[in-house]
């Protein structure tokens, strides 16, 4: 008897995707075998929307080791027989319902996807979104999130080194939460994920099995909140004691010659990890259920097998060698328990004892059906792009006012109250801590530093996602050439609504576009990624929010560089265009912030940007500049502000004249990319006019650093105390 409408929504597969089903089994499946088939070919495992768009990102380079798709995370080399493993995941819909444990467990997957290959998780950052903290939902929402990445992230003794914290009413109710995490191994010691060994052991570790978390990558990351019901049961609960635990006994294993294979359970549980493990090995598998260590009574095998419970691994054993490897886990006090084989035959066969639950061949399960959707531009998104921004009205109040509004916008302000909850200098390894356009890192034992930076603005690709999936891929990049590191890789964390819907499929796949043509142009693989969709309420989209995980490499840490200005008598130059119009006004804070609108079309020119990229590494790398800040969110003046405040010293500047009284908005407020502010010594001065010229990049000498007021000729004074009171205290005072 086919199977009732409400059974298939529980699952999250639609009537023609069970009856293809049906079709290729040549059978209805049983329950067990249903659920398994609803987990696997849910969009958070298969991917069934986004993939085929994702085969657009350029993932190969000299340096890339592991593409997307081949193991948990991508691998980077970085010189000297080491090499960096990154990913960035979502955990978008379990903190929606339980933000403490939902952004917790995120920070728990996203580490365990690093160490199951073999690498040393070295350092966390994130990527959060959520509504005003103005309404107490969304305040209970931040905190909680906050509360569970510094809880579970301090205590496993892994450096948070920084991120980003954005605020829009379109997130409220559906916070965006997208922790990344690096790892660091040698790069002869990767461990697959891949079975390929009929007659290896499946061992089991880590935590026993509970009924938490079902249904997490059918059901609640696969569709949207539409309905009031319960949904506290599938958000996961996490140990992170355990897990540190589980990272040095997997680490020291991974140093044997006894593995074929260890991969993590995440969603989807034993279902996903056994079946993509010898998916990917070309093999099959017997389980015996029976055999699962649980903490719950009466578990189903239903259960068992899509249960989502943290902290635990499958490690494939080779023949032999399963005595040594329990050896090593019970050295760390942890659970290890065999609970089938690799078999050859391409095969699962789940059994209750003697009894068999599930028989499917496994490439039915891992290959689910992929979509290509109708892509449609909404009407109202050309009327936002065309929207005049020239006849602004002057806003009520001077233009320094106008700066210290924004740098107290949560969006803008510092995130120091955030940030001072992570640990991150814990292993000692963080030169450039969180605050700066991009963390740096230094790798013990050698010169070598690595920066990783995490960006990515949604209002840029609401109004135009192809230029604004560029812009997230750009300032990435830019933020890393900052503290002075060379980008040489990318992960995506892909968030957006229903792909069902024409509108959102089209910001996906124009924001993908964007994002690939971005990467091209600046010679930037992606190497890893996730991508979360439906993230909707009550119909209600997100903003489409692709989130960029950047990664840069420094040969000497040294030389890396804060935003800062440094010392008085320093000259101020902005490398990139200083007169602007109105159009860079388009998706601005100011804009939204003084006058409540979010229109305009943002531009970005990828030659452009990769001149004044390459310009500011050679200045570095010459050490000619003091310092450096990307000039994006909130234009000009907030930048020259922000380094202003963190140097702890005023500027002496000038502007150009402004055609008309409104133009001096975009010149101070407008957001036009490819920008970054440095400072020199004055005897250098000549030699960054002359590289700036050679590089054919546009230079505007701002002024001098020196007393205690950042001053533009007579548009704009106010003092360096006034400013930092406003981005210091600004995101608590919200």
Same mark, same amino acid.
């Given at each position: ?67 997307? #798709?081949?193991? !948990? ?6 010189? /000297? @027989?080491?090499? $960096?493993?990154?990913?960035?995941? %979502?955990? +978008? ?57 510094? #809880?579970?992230? !301090? ?6 080194? /920084? @991120?980003?914290? $954005?605020?829009?009413?379109?997130? %409220?109710? +559906? ?560």
């Amino acid at each position: 008897m086919p199977v009732t409408k409400e059974v298939l929504d529980e699952i999250a597969l639609s009537r023609a995707e069970y009856e293809t089903i049906v079709e290729r089994l040549g059978r209805e499946p049983n329950h067990v075998e249903l659920g398994m088939f609803g987990s696997l070919w849910s969009e958070h495992c298969g991917y069934k929307h986004s993939k085929p768009l994702l085969r657009r990102f350029p993932s190969s380079g000299p340096r890339v080791l592991v593409t997307p #798709g081949e193991e !948990n995370a991508g691998v980077v080399d970085i010189g /000297g @027989g080491l090499a $960096v493993t990154m990913k960035i995941e %979502s955990h +978008n819909h379990p903190s929606a319902i339980e933000p403490y444990q939902g952004a917790a467990t995120g920070v728990g997957g996203i580490v365990r996807d690093i160490f199951t290959m073999g690498a040393r998780p070295i350092a966390l950052m994130n990527s959060l979104r959520f509504g005003p903290l103005t309404e107490p939902r969304n305040r209970h929402l931040f905190e909680g999130v906050v509360g569970g990445i510094s #809880g579970y992230g !301090n205590c496993l003794g892994i450096p948070n080194v /920084g @991120g980003e914290v $954005v605020f829009a009413d379109c997130y %409220s109710e +559906n916070p965006l939460v997208n922790p990344m995490c690096v790892g660091l191994l040698h790069t002869d010691g990767l461990v697959s994920s891949a079975a390929a060994l009929p007659g290896a052991k499946l061992m089991l570790v880590g935590a026993d099995t509970g009924r938490d978390g079902i249904h997490g990558a059918s059901g609640l990351a696969s569709r949207t909140f539409e309905e009031e019901r319960e949904l506290r049961s599938a958000v996961q609960v996490g140990n992170p004691f355990l897990e540190k635990c589980l990272i040095e006994a997997c680490l020291e294993i991974a140093a044997t010659d006894h593995i074929v294979a260890m991969q993590d359970l995440g969603a989807a549980g034993l279902t996903s990890s056994a079946m993509e493990m010898v998916a990917k090995g070309g093999c099959g598998l017997r389980i015996d259920l029976s055999n699962v260590p649980r903490r719950e009574q009466g578990m189903t095998p239903y259960e068992v097998m899509l249960s989502e419970s943290q902290e635990r691994m499958l490690v494939a054993v080779k023949p032999g060698r399963e005595q040594a490897v329990q050896a090593i886990f019970d050295k760390w006090d942890l659970q290890s328990t065999i609970i089938g084989e690799v078999t050859g035959d391409g095969t699962a066969r789940v059994f209750d004892g003697e009894i068999l639950v599930a028989e499917v061949p496994i490439g039915l399960l891992t290959e689910p059906p992929l979509y290509e959707m109708d892509s449609r531009k909404p009407p109202w998104l050309s009327r936002l792009q065309e929207a005049d921004l020239s006849t602004l009205p002057d806003p009520p109040m001077p233009w320094s006012d106008v700066l210290l509004k924004l740098l107290a916008s949560p969006n803008i302000a510092s995130k120091e109250s955030v940030f001072r909850q992570y640990d991150h200098q814990v292993i000692d390894n963080t030169v450039i801590p969180p605050g700066a356009d991009a963390a740096l890192l230094r790798i013990k034992g050698t010169d070598i530093g690595i920066a990783l930076a995490t960006d990515g603005n949604g209002r840029y690709c609401y109004l135009d996602p192809f230029e604004g999936g560029a812009i997230a891929v750009a300032e990435a990049a830019r933020n890393l050439v900052c503290v002075g590191a060379l980008p040489i890789a990318i992960t995506d964390g892909l968030n957006f609504g229903n792909p069902e819907r024409p509108d959102v499929y089209y910001q996906m796949e124009r924001c993908i576009t964007g994002m690939a043509a971005a990467c091209r142009a600046l010679d930037l693989p992606v190497v890893s990624g996730n991508v979360s969709l439906y993230n909707e309420t009550r119909g209600e989209a997100i903003y489409p929010t692709p989130i960029v995980g950047a990664l840069g490499l420094m040969e000497d840490v040294r030389r890396g560089l804060s935003p800062g200005f440094k010392d008085g008598g320093d000259v101020v130059f902005l490398l990139g265009d200083l007169d602007q119009d109105a159009a860079t006004l388009a998706g601005s804070e100011y804009l939204e912030l003084v006058h409540g609108r979010v229109e305009g079309r943002p531009r970005i020119d990828l030659e452009r940007e990769r001149r004044v990229q390459r310009l500011c590494l050679d200045a570095i790398t010459a050490g000619r500049l003091k310092s450096a800040h990307d000039c994006s969110d909130g234009g000009l003046a907030v930048t020259l502000g922000e380094s202003c405040v963190i140097g702890g010293i005023g500027l002496a500047g000038e502007l150009p004249e402004s055609g008309a009284e409104r133009e001096m908005d975009a010149v101070l407020f407008g957001e036009a990319q490819s920008r970054i502010v440095v400072s020199v010594a004055e005897g250098d001065a000549g030699w960054l006019a002359d590289a700036a010229k050679s590089a054919e990049v546009p230079l505007a000498r701002i002024g001098i650093v020196g007393g205690r007021d950042l001053a533009l000729g007579n548009d704009l004074r106010v003092t360096v105390e006034r400013m930092s009171e406003a981005w210091r205290g600004g995101l608590s005072a919200a």
